[in-house]
């Protein structure tokens, strides 16, 4: 199986910029649909962002379009989140998920591997 772990997580206040890393290992992942998800404190577990395995076409939740984007290199086994004009209720713990299949998914029981989380915490 894929393993993952994310990095890149902190503190930071409102308006500024992190960039988050997925390393994967074990398998390669051009395969793989590569997705940020994202889970604060009593809520749900939601889909943040997605790089499509075939062509890594990105695709971004409504609350992160334009201040996210999500770019990977396949030849480093990494995805990564680059997160500008931070807000505070981006403020959760960030997860860095694999997919396979030809296309990205937003729930994320379809994903079958997942990090163990690193955590951005954006005051205002």
């Known amino acids: 199986q894929v393993q993952l772990k994310e990095s890149g997580g902190g503190l930071v206040q409102a308006g500024g910029s992190l960039r988050l890393s997925c390393a994967a290992s074990?398998?390669?992942?051009?395969?793989?649909?590569m997705a940020w998800f994202r889970q604060a404190p009593g809520k749900e577990r939601e889909g943040v962002s997605c790089s499509r395995a075939s062509d890594g076409r990105p695709s971004y939740a409504p609350a992160v379009k334009g201040r996210f984007t999500i770019s990977r290199d396949n030849a480093k086994n990494a995805v990564y989140l680059l997160m500008d004009n931070l807000k505070p209720e981006d403020t959760a713990t960030y997860f860095c998920?694999?997919?396979?299949?030809?296309?990205?998914?937003?729930?994320?029981?379809?994903?079958?591997?997942w990090g163990q989380g690193t955590q951005v915490t954006v005051s205002s």
């Open positions: 998920a694999v997919l396979g299949g030809p296309e990205c998914q937003g729930a994320s029981a379809a994903y079958g591997s």
């Open positions: 074990g398998r390669p992942m051009s395969t793989y649909n």
